[in-house]
């Protein structure tokens, strides 16, 4: 079953600009990750975000959450064209520890 | 290095063949593994949740008779699509999570299924 949607299903930007993607979710969360994935690939653990928490930076990525509005976004400053990819959130469940459950995935073009 | 390893990364089988997905956690004991199904262009689908030494909990619409899953040991989970079709071509990885890996969840490198 997927949790959510994400926004946009494909972002196509200009290198050095910012990128958002969003993502909405159903059920109370433990925490929500934001994963990428190029093209055929495995997935690449970016962040994590605990329910208690409501903004994470790592590097470039920087992630908020909103448990009353059961949502997230992530930001990508400064994208180069390595940054191209598919990004998916995933949130693991109360009670469901290791359960992800993803969204519907962005999928980010980075024109050099 | 991979803390999860998924053998083998790719495979052809023909149409009604069974194919086995092997899901190892090299560095750690891994009492619940998780298998996903991502189809080309989509996200990853929970397959099934997989317990050490007892039967895996299936999605709902997921048919439990077609994918065996056999989690024998802490360290290895077996997927098999049994009797494949052309339509269980898929991208197929698995997860792994234990206390001894503090709970975080490593994920495979996945396996590409193609029934021809």
């Known amino acids: 079953s997927q949790q959510g949607e994400e926004d946009p299903q494909a972002l196509s930007i200009q290198e050095g600009e910012n990128a958002t993607m969003n993502c909405s979710y159903k059920?109370?969360?433990?925490?929500l990750q934001w994963y990428r994935q190029n093209s055929g690939r495995g997935l690449v653990h970016l962040i994590l975000i605990r329910s208690n928490e409501r903004e994470k930076h790592s590097g470039r990525l920087r992630v908020t959450l909103d448990t009353s509005k059961k949502s997230s976004s992530l930001l990508i400053t400064a994208s180069r064209a390595a940054d191209t990819a598919s990004y998916f959130c995933?949130?693991?469940?109360?009670?469901?520890?290791?359960?992800?459950?993803f969204g519907q995935g962005t999928t980010l073009q980075v024109k050099p | 290095g991979a803390v999860v390893s998924q053998h083998p990364s790719r495979v052809i089988c023909k149409s009604g063949t069974s194919v086995k997905i092997e899901c190892r956690s090299l560095?750690?004991?891994?009492?619940?593994m998780f298998w996903y199904r991502q189809f080309p262009k989509q996200s990853l689908m929970l397959m099934a949740t997989?317990?050490?030494?007892?039967?895996?909990?299936?999605e709902q619409g997921v048919e439990k008779d077609k994918f065996l899953i056999n989690h024998a040991s802490l360290t290895l989970s077996t997927l098999t699509v049994t009797s494949a079709h052309p339509e269980d071509s898929s991208f197929y990885i698995c997860s792994a999570a234990g206390q001894s890996s503090g709970n975080t969840i490593y994920f495979g490198e996945g396996s590409w299924l193609t029934v021809v």
């Open positions: 997989s317990n050490e030494g007892s039967k895996a909990t299936y």
């Open positions: 059920t109370s969360i433990n925490n």
């Open positions: 995933a949130t693991d469940s109360l009670g469901n520890t290791g359960k992800l459950i």
């Open positions: 560095d750690f004991q891994a009492t619940t």
